[in-house]
């Protein structure tokens, strides 16, 4: 690519960035009026992403201004104390911190970076997409159409509390840079492809296990394409990068392991299950759709909202179906033509029946053919191979075909789409609550890949689903272009995509109150910032720094979360805490508070165990008065009342 094409394609990119950005201001509106006021979506997951956004940064400017000892307590982060590696119950988020960096320094506002990382999550997508699509199809009319279609997937809008979710970004330009190391040869876009895939790995532990097989299907699929499985300098070049991405993941993945040997066991395979995605949630929207929230709900369930819209469902089949077609063409030009005749059409009808059957069979439908009834789907499965090897068998141009296929992009993408569907059923598939499948390959995956049995949600295997049918539906928009009135078309496919996603207004500040726990009142709508924070933290700000606290009510996530975002003014540890797991003395510490009414005694004894010096009593945070009654329990049993800021009591437990 000579200079001006290059300057050509960074325009292009430029271009196409602004218009993302803009569609993501008003696809996101009005969260942009309030970016530094409100939450997109709720106050719990995005809660604890500000909190721990805040510690990544608080600590990595630490590290920068000379202090050495911040990043040794990079892991033990100030909640669940005094229990160590706090930080690896989730997501670190070491990736997106550094996004933020220079915004925190300025701002110390956890809000304000919070919404500008989810905002980036939509234009970058975008970006990352159209120039993967450009390098495919060459097309960048059909590349800014797949664009919008992976940054503004229906699936996103499902996965609003979830900022580890949505930053999906960076698996489009890791595919982008390797595509362009296998055309150019060149070592930078090689470069660029291993930091994206970093960058993707530290931003997220569900794509870091997730796309990593993914990303090396691809590259396999590349090698054999373009034969190059014994260039060993290709080879070389490639397992260096692979080796340098290892290396430098590692560090982020050891406290998870040391966490699994201090006694974080593996996830139950009947909570896999719970998460799994059911063959009916490709058919079910997230309510907040605005299209089709109130349409698709097929089988609403926690993580279940897959459907991907239909345009871009359209989009791709189109690709398919002119992907196959070219590869006919392709296979009898190259002299494919010899057949088995009429054993080889026959075998081709039923191959293509047995896989109509087989789909069916997926949606819960009972098929019953002439003189025969089908209800196995082992044995379907079974058949399936049988008649696909003899079909290859008995026709040379179904060999050809295939290989043709198979060899282009918009082949192994279909495949690639195939295989994170299934893998997003997770274990076993289920269609509508019934068993349709018992061994999934997402079992080979839990059982013999390490990281697959510390993952809950198979089915977030969905964004993965969303980059691909995308890539796809970049060859479906060059297809389309070629047609009379392509302008008009492609307009109007990528509007109809934006509008199948879109839930304006955007829902900010949910405010749970389906509390666990009876007696608790309604928390603000709204969290506070700088000076507008309560008093009492500021207070705690002034204890000594070895100073640990217990905040009242325990246990309720809802609070949880509250308490933990208002550390970061203080960063005191606090045996309090929210996140993707928990140390089980923090579940017990949590059960013994919750009944401080009918056992005080027992409660004391563990509020006096659990290490903590002080405790804040929230009285308004307690229904019908009894947060005065706390704070008398605390009295009587020898804590001194060292403050007081409205309902907010804090005492010394001596």
Known sequence: ????????????ALVATLAYAALTIAFTWPLVRGLGRDLPGDFGDPLLNCWILAWDADHLLRALRGDVTA????????????????????????????????????????????????????????????????????NRAAAFVAGLAYAFAPYRIGSLPHLQVLSSAWMPFALFGMRRFFETRRIRPLAGASVAWLAQNLSCGYYLIF??????????????????????????RLLAAGAAVVLATTPFVVPYVRLRRAGFSPRPVEEILHFSADVYAYLTADPNVRV?????????????????????????????????????????VRGSLGGGGQLDRLIAWALAIACAVLIAMLFGWSVRLPLLRITSFDRLLALITVLLAA?????????????????????????????AVAMSFGPQIYSRGKLIEATNVYAAFYRIVPGFDGLRVPARFGMIVALLLAALAAHGAAVVDRLRHAPRLLALAGALIVVESIAVPL??????????????ARLPDFVATGAAAPDVYRAVAQLPASAAL?????????????????????????????????????????????????????????????GATYVIVHEDFYADGRGSQVSNWLRRNGAGERAAFGGDHMFEIR
Not at 310 to 329: C, D, G, K, N, P
Not at 507 to 519: E, F, I, M, V, W
Not at 550 to 569: H, K, N, Q, W
């Open 1 to 12: 690519m000579g200079n001006d094409d290059e300057h050509a394609g960074a325009r292009e």
């Open 507 to 520: 829902p900010l500040n949910g405010n749970a109150t389906d509390y666990k726990q009876s007696g608790l």
């Open 550 to 610: 217990v905040e009242l009510p325990f246990g309720e996530v809802a609070f949880e979360v509250r308490y933990m975002f208002y550390s970061t003014l203080h960063w005191r540890p606090l045996a309090n805490g929210y996140s993707g797991g928990a140390p089980d003395a923090y579940g017990l510490l949590a059960e013994s508070l919750k009944d401080l009414d009918r056992r005080p005694e027992a409660a004391w004894q563990a509020l006096s165990a659990s």
């Open 292 to 332: 089709w929230g109130g349409l698709l709900r097929a089988w609403p369930k926690a993580e279940n909202a897959l459907f991907p819209g239909a345009t871009l469902v359209v989009l791709a089949i189109i690709a398919i179906a002119a992907s196959w077609r070219q590869s006919r063409r392709a296979s009898a």
């Open 71 to 138: 990043l040794a307590g990079y892991w033990n982060a100030n909640i669940y104390y005094p229990h160590p590696l706090a930080l690896a119950y989730s997501d670190h988020l070491t990736a997106q911190a550094l996004q933020i960096l220079p915004v925190y320094a300025i701002t110390r506002n956890p809000l304000v970076c919070y919404n500008l990382l989810f905002l980036s999550t939509f234009a970058l997508s975008g970006l990352g997409m159209f120039l993967f699509a450009r390098t495919l199809t060459g």
């Open 391 to 419: 079909w290859l068998a008995a026709s040379p141009r179904a060999r050809g075909t295939v290989h043709e296929w198979t060899s282009s992009s918009a082949g192994i993408l279909a495949l690639l789409a195939l295989f």
């Open 211 to 236: 796309f990593s097989p993914v990303l090396a299907m691809y590259i396999a699929w590349e090698l054999t394409t373009r034969r190059l499985w014994k260039d060993a300098s290709m080879l070389g």
